[in-house]
């Protein structure tokens, strides 16, 4: 995918970013501090599969809010595309170690963060059709509820919510065939599949959360969005 591949060969443009996010975006530094209950309490209304871990589901919805805030702040237009990169990175490091391929000793090994991402094959055209269609979900859903210009902020958000499913699942797949080897396209058409049906579920959830219900959350979440960058 065309996004991915821009973070796999442009390291040099977002790594800075990644070192001075690597103590915000944390599980629980997210949760307790940035993102508003009401927000991580969405994963909690929706129907996990067994097998799957809740905290992991709230962490990527932490951290894809925070990302879709961050990049829709005011004067981040030219580097908050190289911020958003760094984020997305460092949920991926957090969802490996989550689920058990990487330790909190190597955590932030980066050149092992990349090779894991590029093993779920998430550059692939199929997972570039999931995102294609997470997109078009994001304008029908905002088209009902938000004027028109707010779709920058759950644009990144929902976005990122889908590579993060995604990475949980490769994960989890890879976790079980081993790091050496790389998911096959019968695997990355499925687990795309599960993540564009998670993150649509979630996705409206959200949107109807921040951008109508209870906007005063999408106040307060770039206030403390914008605290945690100045």
Known sequence: MRRWKKIFSRVGKWRRFFDKFKVVIRPRFLEELIIPHDVIALIDNMNIPEGHDPKVFRFVLAASVFNGILVGLPGTLGWGVFAAYAVEVLMAVHIARMVGLVDATVMFSLPRALKLISATGITTLT??????????????????????????APSAMLTTLFYGLFLYLAFLEIKEIGEEKKLSLGSIKRIGGHSYKYTREIGKSLVQLLFKDSRHLYVELRERVSDTWN
């Open 127 to 152: 997972v570039a059709y999931g995102f294609k269609m997470v997109l078009n979900a994001v304008w029908n859903i905002m088209s009902n509820i938000a004027p028109t210009g707010w779709a920058t």
